[in-house]
Nanobody, 120 residues
Framework: HVQLVESGGGSVQAGGSLRLSCEVS????????IGWFRQAPGKERAEVAR???????TYADNVKGRFTISKDTAQNTLNLQMDSLKVEDTAMYYC???????????????WGQGTQVTVS
């Protein structure tokens, strides 16, 4: 079955860096989009960054220039390098994968269990 497992979260001081990883397994159909989302307490889940099948990346305005999304196809891993972290980046971070980019982030996507990032 499809499984997404995030890792790399933790606690860091403002200005610091973290690198999140999402290991994907069990995908048997073609997929076009994979991305990172985050949800802070009391807030709705929001998209952070995405990367499509040809490597085109898209970022939320509030992380542009600080976060970098990448994928290692050989390792079936999605990464998120987060630099210059701010207190407002504190959230649970999730990876998700969708066959179609237009539906990335929908509840029916495959989702990981999340990894906590805390910036103080």
């Amino acid at each position: 079955h499809v499984q997404l497992v995030e890792s790399g979260g933790g606690s860091v001081q403002a200005g610091g860096s973290l690198r999140l990883s999402c290991e994907v397994s069990g995908i048997t159909e073609g997929t076009n989009c994979i991305g990172w989302f985050r949800q802070a307490p009391g807030k709705e889940r929001a998209e952070v960054a995405r990367i499509d099948s040809v490597g085109t990346t898209t970022y939320a305005d509030n992380v542009k220039g600080r976060f970098t999304i990448s994928k290692d196809t050989a390792q079936n891993t999605l990464n998120l390098q987060m630099d210059s972290l701010k207190v407002e980046d504190t959230a649970m971070y999730y990876c998700a994968i969708s066959r179609y980019c237009v539906t990335l982030g929908a509840a029916h996507n495959y989702w990981g269990q999340g990894t906590q990032v805390t910036v103080s």
